[in-house]
C-alpha cells in the first residue's frame, strides 16, 4: 500500500508542476501584454489516514488564481484616449460586436486599462473591439443622476468629429472710461458709440451697439450720461433694448466711479453687483458695468473716451477637433473655436473581490457571485482610484520572477519523476523475489 501511494503521490507531483509551469508560461507569454493580470498556482497537501502505524501517502493538489487587484505600472502614451485606471477601479467596456447587433443594452464587461481610438462609425473602441461605456451628458454639458447598481444607463461612447456647436452670449463686461470734460457746460455734447459683438442661441454674429450720450447743464458739470442699447438683430436706433442714466461721483477718493444708475427702460441695475439683463434676440444678456464706488466697469475720467476692458462669453459655430478624458472621468470636446464640452462620464466600477472577477479574453473580466455586487463610482471618489489619460497599463509580470519560478518547478518535477523510476524499480525487486 505505502509503495503503490509513493507512486500516485508521484504522479500528483508531476501533474501540479505541469500545472505550475502552464500558468509560468502563461505569464510570460504576456509580459508584454498591457493590462494583463499574471496567474498565480497554490498547491495543497493530500493527508491520507494512516493506520497500523504505516503511512500513506495523500500526493498534491493544485488551485490556480489570477491576481486581478496587481496592478502593474503605468507607462505615458501620445493618445489622448489612452486610459488606465490608477489604484483601485475598472472601466466599463463591451464588446463592439455586441453593440452591432442592437440587442438591447450590451453586456458590460470590466477592464483596466485599453487604447481607445475613434472609428469609422464615431465610437471609442480599441483595436481588439472592446467599446468604452459611460453616461451620456445634457446638451448643457451636465451629467444627469444615474443609477448607481446596474449598467442599464451606460451606453457606448460615441464621438461626432463633424460635429458643430456655438456657445450663445449671456454675459458682457464693460469696462469703458468717458471723459469727464464731455459733461461741461461748454461741451459740444456729442454722443459717443460702442459696438460689442454678442452671439445668440443659433452661434451667429450680432451687435449690441451702445450710445453714451452726456447730459450738458447751463453750468458746470452734470456728471451724468444716458446710455441706450440697441440689438442690430432688431430694428436697431429706433426701437432701444434699454436705456439708463449713469451719475459719477465727483467727490475727493471716488472721482470717476458710479454714483447711481437710473432705469428708463430694460432690466432692472443691481447695485450690489453692478449688472443689469436686457432683452436681446438671442436670449437675455446680463451686462456688468460696475457697483457704485468702483472702477470695475464704467468710469468717467480725463478727457478721453476709452473703451478699456471688453470681455464676454460665447463663442461662434466650431468644428470639433478633438476629444480627451480627465482625470474624473470626464469625456471632453474640444472646438477649434477654443471652447470645449462635456459630453460624456466614464464611471469606474468597484467590486468586493476582484480576484473573484471571471477573466475572459482580451483582458476583460465579469462580475461574479464570488466577486460580489459591483457599484458605479465618479473617479476619484469612494475606494476607486482615478483615471489616468495618456497612459496604458503594463503588464503585472515579472519576468525575472517567473523564471526563476520555472526552474523550482522543473526540478521539482524532475524529482517527481524520479520518485516514480525509485517505485518502479522497487517494484521490480518485488517481482523479483518470486523468482
Do not use: C
Not at 455586487?373 to 503585472?396: C, H, Q, T
Not at 520572477?401 to 524520479?418: F, V
Request: charged share 15%.
Amino acid at each position: 500500500m505505502t509503495i503503490s501511494s509513493s507512486l500516485n503521490a508521484g504522479v500528483a507531483g508531476l501533474a501540479a508542476n505541469a500545472t505550475r509551469l502552464g500558468t509560468i508560461s502563461d505569464n510570460i507569454a504576456n509580459s508584454s501584454t498591457s493590462g494583463y493580470k499574471r496567474v498565480e498556482t497554490d498547491f495543497t497537501s493530500m493527508v491520507m489516514s494512516s493506520s497500523g502505524g504505516g503511512y500513506t501517502a495523500g500526493g498534491v493538489r493544485t488551485t490556480t488564481q489570477r491576481l486581478v487587484d496587481e496592478g502593474g505600472a503605468l507607462v505615458g502614451t501620445t493618445n489622448a484616449t489612452d486610459l488606465a485606471v490608477r489604484g483601485n477601479g475598472f472601466l466599463p467596456v463591451a464588446e463592439a460586436t455586441e453593440v452591432a447587433t442592437g440587442n438591447g443594452n450590451p453586456q458590460m464587461f470590466l477592464t483596466t486599462t485599453g487604447s481607445f481610438r475613434v472609428d469609422a462609425d464615431g465610437y471609442l473602441r480599441t483595436e481588439s473591439g472592446l467599446m468604452l461605456l459611460g453616461w451620456p451628458a445634457d446638451a448643457d454639458g451636465t451629467v444627469p443622476t444615474y443609477p448607481r447598481d446596474t449598467s442599464s444607463s451606460l451606453e457606448p461612447i460615441r464621438i461626432n468629429l463633424n460635429q458643430f456647436t456655438s456657445e450663445p452670449t449671456t454675459e458682457v463686461l464693460l469696462g469703458v472710461n468717458l471723459p469727464a470734460s464731455g459733461t461741461y457746460s461748454d461741451a459740444a455734447g456729442d454722443p459717443v458709440d460702442l459696438s460689442v459683438e454678442y452671439f445668440d442661441n443659433l452661434g451667429r454674429s450680432e451687435n449690441l451697439n451702445i450710445t453714451f450720450t452726456p447730459t450738458i447743464p447751463a453750468t458746470g458739470s452734470s456728471n451724468e450720461w444716458t446710455v441706450t442699447i440697441n440689438d442690430s438683430a432688431t430694428d436697431a436706433g429706433s426701437n432701444p433694448i434699454a436705456e439708463y442714466t449713469v451719475t459719477f461721483d465727483d467727490t475727493r477718493g471716488a472721482g470717476g466711479s458710479i454714483a447711481s444708475v437710473a432705469t428708463v427702460s430694460g432690466g432692472t441695475y443691481n447695485a450690489t453687483t453692478g449688472t443689469m439683463i436686457v432683452s436681446a434676440a438671442g436670449g437675455p444678456i446680463e451686462i456688468n458695468i460696475g457697483a457704485p464706488g468702483t472702477s470695475a466697469g464704467l468710469t468717467q475720467v480725463g478727457d478721453k473716451f476709452q473703451p478699456l476692458n471688453i470681455s464676454k462669453d460665447g463663442s461662434p459655430v466650431g468644428k470639433m477637433t478633438n476629444v480627451e478624458v480627465d482625470e474624473n472621468g470626464f469625456v471632453h470636446a474640444f472646438f477649434d473655436t477654443g471652447i470645449s464640452r462635456t459630453i460624456y462620464q466614464v464611471p469606474l466600477i468597484d467590486v468586493p473581490n476582484p480576484n473573484g472577477l471571471v477573466a475572459m479574453d482580451k483582458q476583460i473580466y465579469m462580475p461574479s457571485p464570488e466577486s460580489g455586487n459591483f457599484f458605479l463610482w465618479d473617479a476619484g471618489d469612494g475606494p476607486v482610484g482615478d483615471v489616468v489619460p495618456y497612459a496604458r497599463e503594463e503588464s503585472a509580470t515579472d519576468v525575472a520572477n517567473e523564471l526563476t519560478a520555472m526552474i523550482q518547478t522543473q526540478r521539482a518535477y524532475s524529482s517527481n519523476a524520479k520518485v516514480i523510476q525509485t517505485v518502479d524499480e522497487m517494484l521490480q525487486e518485488t517481482t523479483n523475489i518470486k523468482r
